[in-house]
């Protein structure tokens, strides 16, 4: 495990505009952590940068869900007696060993705020003792999960939240950080769109009404935020304006057109349950090792149809393996193989870079894909466990990008409603709601 302590970091400062590398103030800002996409989270006038701690190299399929459903999003309502489920493998030829978690609340722009003894009702910290080496698999990895809260760890307050993984003693050399909610279920919360066009194609405006409940009764209008995420892309959350307010007891919130969502990233799905020629794999090559599964050609103008399961934004596995015996352990890790057709089949300008619910979506330069000139495409491979993963190309070439319509592929929105918190000056989380939109 020595080598997986030592993490990552950028050294070639042409690639500080891929969002590698950050400077040195934004560094102080963010405790020296790399921030893992470009995405800002934007509200009231103000930006501020998503940031988690890098993956380590050796971390990969890292999942976040509410337990027993490996397809929801990462959020958990307060004292509700439920639990989140945190899932991920260390490539290693090894038997593994005891991890440390951390937790840090932040408001509703990803600053990191209060104490750990404001927060958590019992421990600051935990430790991850359940892992299992794989078996008999081509390459090999060590599966590690752990459940929260749970006696250790429990949650005094709602609101944003982020949890890091380390090795036991170096909380301050991370191995990954991820993003989850604590909610309180305190509101109603009813979902509607509006849409409409605008020079770039179609656009989505989500409107959100709320009713407060009684334990909100003395929290005034202008106290409330409704945020906005499609797919699980939290780093690209959007937030409204101040509510109308509609009646004494129910307020109406609605993104204004030129924050509304768009249809310029267009999703593909890929499904490797089962290491099978199918819809969307082309071919599967079993006398390599790793295994290479060769995808079908991604078109730049069109997505894919996308599964429900995969709009969290995140691997899934448990629910689509199908080559027997157990995912955890069980499952391959496959040389994928990608190919991206652009527009009119031309260059790009700039790099293509393929990144998805294997990365976290993170823009990685090492995922940059190479382009073949006689056959007017984009290639590249990484290793990737069995499974369900929603993914995109990112495109540094604005002229290759075609207008889309937003209503060729299904979206996940999801609504977050905050209050802020004077005494503790810092949001919570009061309600949530998830709805499926073009």
């Known amino acids: 495990m020595q080598a997986v302590r030592h993490l990552t970091f950028c050294a070639a400062a042409t690639l500080i505009w891929l969002a590698g590398c950050v400077g040195s103030e934004e560094l102080a800002e963010n405790d020296g952590y790399l921030p893992v996409d470009a995405g800002f989270y934007t509200s009231g006038g103000a930006s501020h940068r998503f940031t988690l701690a890098r993956t380590d190299e050796a971390v990969k399929t890292v999942q976040l869900f509410r ?17 989140l489920t945190l899932a991920f493998d260390i490539l ?25 003894s404001e927060f958590l009702r019992s421990f600051l910290s935990d ?16 599966h590690y999960s752990y459940e929260f809260p749970n006696a250790n760890i429990d949650f005094l307050t709602s609101g944003n939240y982020i949890i890091r993984v380390a090795e036991q003693g170096y909380e301050d050399e991370p191995l990954f950080e991820r993003a989850f909610f604590v909610s309180e279920d305190a509101a109603e919360v009813e979902f509607a769109f509006r849409s409409g066009l605008s020079l770039g194609g179609s656009i989505l405006q989500p409107v959100v009404q709320i009713r407060p409940g009684s334990q909100l009764e003395n929290v005034q209008a202008f106290d409330y935020t409704a945020c906005f995420v499609r797919n699980g892309r939290f780093e690209q959350t959007r937030c409204a304006p101040e509510p109308s307010i509609i009646d004494l007891s129910l307020l109406q919130f609605h993104l204004p057109r030129d924050q509304a969502f768009t249809a310029d990233e ?4 890929m499904n490797l349950g089962l290491l099978q020629v199918g819809s969307q794999v082309a071919g599967v090559d ?8 060769s995808l079908d050609f991604d078109y730049a103008r069109f997505g894919s149809e996308v599964n429900r399961a995969s709009l969290t934004g995140q691997p899934v596995i448990d629910e689509v393996y199908l080559d027997g015996g157990s995912a955890d352990t069980q499952a391959e890790y496959v040389d994928v193989q990608f190919r991206y057709v652009p527009e009119n089949e031309q260059q790009a300008r700039g790099p293509v870079i393929v990144t998805g619910a294997f990365n976290n979506w993170q823009i990685d330069p090492q995922n940059t894909l190479t382009w073949v000139p006689e056959d007017g495409r984009y290639e590249g491979t990484l290793l990737l466990k069995q499974g369900l993963y929603l993914y995109r190309y990112y495109v540094d070439d604005p002229v290759a990008t075609p207008n ?35």
């Open 266 to 269: 267009i999703i593909y799905e």
């Open 67 to 83: 337990t027993g459903d490996e397809s929801s999003l990462p959020i958990h309502t307060l004292n509700s007696g439920g639990t």
């Open 286 to 293: 079993f006398s390599t090792s790793p295994y290479t599964a």
């Open 92 to 116: 290693e030829d090894g038997t593994g060993s005891t991890l440390s978690v951390y937790f840090y609340h932040a408001d509703r722009t990803w600053k990191r705020d209060l104490l750990p």
């Open 404 to 438: 889309r319509n937003l209503g060729l592929q299904q979206n996940l929105y999801t609504a977050l409603v905050y209050v802020f918190d004077p005494t503790r000056l810092t949001d919570r989380l009061v309600a949530f709601r998830s709805v499926l939109g073009q």
């Open 127 to 142: 430790d991850i003792r359940r892992y299992d080496p794989s078996s008999s698999t081509e390459v090999r990895y060590v």
